[in-house]
């Protein structure tokens, strides 16, 4: 990262993250953000210990019988794991953490954009229903439609920068905006800037010409 | 194995066994229901236990954590909806990963009851939820030698602490963690609530990560 990240992941999305609770789409954003983060990526080894040790001082449910039998049984069928070579890398230069690049099927070039006006392109990526993911690209010095969120609404920056009503957020940044924020972030300018949001409710958005657009966006 | 047992919440962790696990669910020590908790050395004998797996295809070793975790990953699973069924399954294949992966272990940075977590966590959303689970990109740890010994060591010391400080929360907040890992609270209500005993894991394995940064300059 060329600057250091300074808004990061709540403890509750890291959290959601380590139990396996939050939508598919919000998954993506922490796995993406913690791609990028040394802090935050600390902090979830920390909320795993915390699930680890709910698991050892948990209840016993009693197992079949037989069950050691059959995992051993099964064992032997397929044999133990080679130490599996690292799969090819893309090196240094991607735009799309890992996560993202698995749903894209490559890197930025390999997106499938498609206009949603004022310049602004987005992408949604195949996820889960009950939340959805997009990677944005908004020129430089262009703005995404001012809108609320009846949710929650996660943006990673990838790439650029864009302000909003609460702060600058740069690349590794995240803004984790819930129902309370109205905003209207626009992009710096100089470089043009890709993000990628989650929401796990459609965007209402404050002008009449979006919300006509809403159907086409899908969010 | 297993040298403290803690007398814990009683009659009120058997309301929640059976609150959680249905009226179907047989749970063992269902009538008294306790949480146990493993020691360091106990801990460090799971260490052991595991890379007697990686390293001679131990099934005697197996068949301990087997007898340990087996149980308890099936209690989770039915806590996260499973049925009994499906969460013996679960817990079979849970397992055998166990097995096939240990050599993917590394000890100096989770615990072995974290890893078994994570593993079964894995296998819930992919079993439960039928979704894909996007993981952080893996950092260029490299061909790491083996863990020092100390540095394991303090790990586990730690994982232990963390157990102990969860286990003597106040009782509420306690059951609102135990709820936000078997998924009965929404992201906003885990929003809600603060107060984690966290803190030394965390600066553990940031110092791992800053030596990572450091030798890749
Ligand atoms: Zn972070």
């Known amino acids: 990262m060329p600057q250091e990240i300074k808004h990061h992941l709540t403890d509750a999305l890291l959290m959601g993250y380590s139990a396996g609770t939050l939508p598919e789409a919000f998954n993506l954003v922490v796995a993406s953000h913690v791609s990028l983060c040394d802090e935050c990526r600390a902090r979830l080894a920390e909320f795993d210990a915390v699930g680890g040790e709910i698991v050892a001082m948990s209840e016993t449910a009693e197992m079949s019988a037989d069950s050691l039998a059959l995992t051993l049984a099964a064992i032997s069928d397929a044999p133990a794991e080679e130490e599996q070579a690292a799969a090819p890398e893309i090196t240094g230069t991607a735009v799309l953490p890992r996560p993202i690049r698995e749903y894209v099927g490559g890197d930025v070039e390999a997106v499938k954009w498609r206009k949603i006006g004022g310049g602004v392109r987005q992408a949604i990526l195949r996820t889960s229903k009950n939340a959805t993911a997009r990677l944005l690209y908004i ?31 740069g690349a590794g ?32 958005f404050n002008a009449m010409i979006p919300k006509l657009a809403q159907p086409f966006l899908r969010i | 194995m297993l040298t403290e047992a803690i007398p814990l919440a009683n009659a009120d962790a058997d309301r929640r066994v059976a609150q959680y696990a249905g009226a179907k669910a047989p749970l063992s020590n269902g009538a008294k229901a306790k949480v146990t908790q493993s020691g ?23 068949a301990e954590l087997f007898g340990y975790f087996a149980p308890r ?94 286990a003597d929360l106040p009782d509420k907040q306690k059951d609102l963690i135990l709820k936000a890992y078997y998924g009965e609270l929404s992201h906003s209500e885990i929003a809600e609530q603060t107060g984690l005993p966290l803190g030394t894991i965390k600066s553990r394995i940031r110092l791992a990560l800053d030596r990572l940064r450091r030798q890749m300059k």
């Open chain 1, 139 to 169: 020129p430089a010095g262009c703005a995404v439609p001012d809108h609320g969120h009846a949710g929650t609404e996660l943006t990673l920056v990838l790439q650029g920068a864009f302000r909003d009503e609460t702060d600058r957020f």
């Open chain 1, 173 to 204: 940044d995240v803004e984790v905006a819930n129902e309370d924020l109205d905003h209207q972030p626009v992009a710096e300018d100089g470089e043009d800037c890709i993000c990628l949001a989650a929401t796990d409710a459609p965007l209402k």
């Open chain 2, 73 to 166: 990953v099936k209690a989770f699973l039915m806590k996260s909806g499973a049925s009994p069924d499906l969460a013996e399954e679960c817990t079979q294949e849970v397992m055998a990963t166990l097995w096939r992966k240990a050599h993917m272990f590394d000890p100096a940075k989770a615990s072995v009851s974290t890893w078994i977590f994570t593993v079964a966590r894995n296998r819930k959303i992919d079993i439960l939820r039928k979704e894909r689970r996007p993981e952080p990109e893996d950092l260029p740890w490299g061909p790491e030698a083996e863990p020092e010994q100390e540095e394991v060591m303090t790990l586990q010391q730690e994982s232990k602490k963390l157990g102990k400080a969860i």
């Open chain 2, 40 to 62: 360091p050395k106990d801990r460090m004998a799971w260490v052991s236990h595991v890379e007697a797996i990686r390293d001679r295809k131990d099934q005697a070793a197996f």
